[in-house]
C-alpha cells in the first residue's frame, strides 16, 4: 500500500481534461460553511484495488499521521494541529466498502477514478484567486449501460432469488456516460446545488472529479451519537404521489426492512441497548421526488475506531439489500458495469464529527467521459416496468444539471 501526498498531475495538454483545467474554489461535500472557499489542500491519499492492503486501516492511519486521530470514536480527540489542520474530504467507493467486509466486489467501474481518495485541508484567511476563464462545457449524447428491457428482466431475476429464498430486497443500479469536452466543473457544481441536497459539493483529484447532490446520510458521528439516515421510497413531488408513498405498503414494507438492516448494522459498532429508531417513514423532498426517510441513532462503543465504522455501514444497506453479502452476490452478478463514484460514501471528517454522505445523486468525470447512475431496491412485489421508470425519475435532475 503507497501512502503519502499524492504528486500526481497530467502531462498532456488536452484542455478537456480536468487536471489541466484552472481549478474551482474547493467545496467538498459536507464541509463547514465557514471553512467553504477557505479550504487549501495539505496532503491526498488515492487507493485502488489494485494497491492492495486493507482500505480501512489505511484512510485511519493516513488521517492519524495528518493530525486526525480517529481511534476512540465514543471519546473523540482534538487534532493535533488543529490552527493548521481544519479536517479532510473522505471518498469511499462502492467497491472499496464491499472489499471491507469481504463481499462480492462487481464487474470494473466504466468510471477511471480511485476507490478511495482521503483529501486532507487547512484553512486559510486569504482565498484562493478567482479561476482564470476557460473553455465553455459540451456535453455529448448519453449512452446507457443496459437497455429498458436488461433492466426490468435483472427485476425479474432478483424476484426470482426472493422466491428461491436466497435474498430478501436487492438494490440494482444502472449506468450512462456521456463524452465532454471543455471544464467540467461548473456543470458538476451545478449538481451539488440541486434542491435537497444535504451533500452537495465537489471533490477532484488527478484526471477526475465526483459531483454529488445526495440527500441521504450514510453515517454521521457527532460526539459519540451515531446517526444514519436511509431513504427508501420514492414518488413525484405531486399531492398524489406524496398520498401514494404515505399508503404503499409495498414501500413501506421495503424501507422497514433495510431500517432493520440498518439497525443491526449500528449495533455491531454501538453501546449494548443505544440503538434506536427516532423517526421512521418520514416523506421528504428532493428536486421533483418524495423521498421516505428514517432516522436512526445509537451511541458509539467504547473503542470504536474510524476503520471499524466504515466496515460496519459500508456499503450502505439501502444501496445494496439484504442480507447484505448475498445482495453484494446478486448485484455483481447481474448489474453490466460497475458502480464507480456510486452507491459508495463522501463527506468530511474532523476533529470530533464525521458526516458522510452515501452517493446517490452523483455524477463522476474521468478523462473521457461523464458518468450517472440510478437504481432501486427490488422486493418480491416489484413491478420491472415500475422499477425501470423510478431509476429514470432519479436519474433525470442530474442529467439535467449536467446540460
Known amino acids: 500500500m503507497v501512502r503519502g501526498k499524492s504528486t500526481e498531475r497530467m502531462n498532456t495538454p488536452h484542455p478537456d481534461v480536468v487536471e489541466a483545467l484552472p481549478r474551482m474554489v474547493i467545496d467538498p461535500p459536507a464541509a463547514p460553511t465557514a471553512c467553504r472557499g477557505h479550504l487549501t489542500e495539505r496532503a491526498r491519499w488515492q487507493w485502488r484495488p489494485a494497491d492492495g492492503g486493507d482500505p480501512a486501516t489505511g484512510i485511519q492511519d493516513f488521517l492519524t499521521d495528518h493530525g486526525l486521530p480517529l481511534h476512540d470514536l465514543a471519546r473523540p480527540t482534538p487534532g493535533r494541529h488543529s490552527h493548521t489542520v481544519c479536517g479532510a474530504a473522505l471518498y469511499v467507493s462502492a467497491t472499496a466498502g464491499t472489499l471491507m467486509i469481504g463481499g462480492t466486489p462487481g464487474p470494473p467501474s466504466p468510471a477511471d477514478l480511485p476507490d478511495i481518495a482521503v483529501v486532507v485541508y487547512s484553512h486559510t484567511d486569504t482565498p ?185 455501514v459500508c456499503p450502505g444497506g439501502s444501496v445494496t439489500g439484504a442480507p447484505k453479502l448475498a445482495a453484494l452476490q446478486q448485484i455483481a452478478t447481474l448489474e453490466p458495469v460497475g458502480r464507480g463514484a456510486s452507491m459508495g460514501g463522501l463527506g468530511w471528517i474532523s476533529p470530533g464529527h464525521i458526516d458522510l454522505g452515501l452517493t446517490i445523486r452523483t455524477a463522476a468525470v474521468d478523462r473521457e467521459a461523464v458518468h450517472v447512475w440510478a437504481g432501486g431496491g427490488i422486493t418480491a412485489d416489484s413491478d420491472p416496468h415500475a422499477e425501470v421508470a423510478e431509476a429514470a425519475a432519479k436519474t433525470t435532475p442530474v442529467r439535467a444539471a449536467l446540460h
Open 128 to 312: 484562493p484567486p478567482a479561476a482564470t476563464p476557460t473553455t465553455g462545457w459540451w456535453r455529448g449524447p448519453w449512452t446507457e449501460s443496459w437497455t429498458p428491457h436488461q433492466h426490468a428482466t435483472a427485476v425479474e431475476q432478483v424476484r426470482h432469488a426472493i422466491a428461491r429464498g436466497d435474498v430478501y430486497q436487492v438494490n440494482l443500479v444502472g449506468h450512462a456516460a456521456a463524452p465532454y469536452a471543455g471544464n467540467p466543473l461548473p456543470a458538476l457544481a451545478r449538481l451539488g446545488r440541486l434542491p435537497g441536497a444535504r451533500y452537495g459539493g465537489v471533490l477532484t483529484g488527478p484526471d477526475w472529479a465526483i459531483g454529488c447532490a445526495s440527500p441521504e446520510t450514510l453515517i454521521e458521528v457527532h460526539h459519540g451519537t451515531l446517526t444514519t439516515r436511509p431513504i427508501k421510497g420514492t414518488r413525484p413531488a405531486t399531492r398524489a404521489g406524496r398520498a401514494d408513498l404515505l399508503a404503499s405498503a409495498k414501500e413501506r414494507a421495503e424501507h422497514i426492512m433495510i431500517v432493520d438492516l440498518e439497525r443491526n448494522d449500528l449495533a455491531r459498532i454501538a453501546a449494548t441497548g443505544s440503538v434506536r429508531v427516532d423517526d421512521l417513514f418520514a416523506v421528504r423532498r428532493w428536486c421533483d421526488l418524495w423521498q421516505a426517510e428514517s432516522t436512526i441513532r445509537a451511541q458509539a462503543a467504547d473503542g470504536l475506531s474510524l476503520a471499524d465504522l466504515l466496515r460496519a
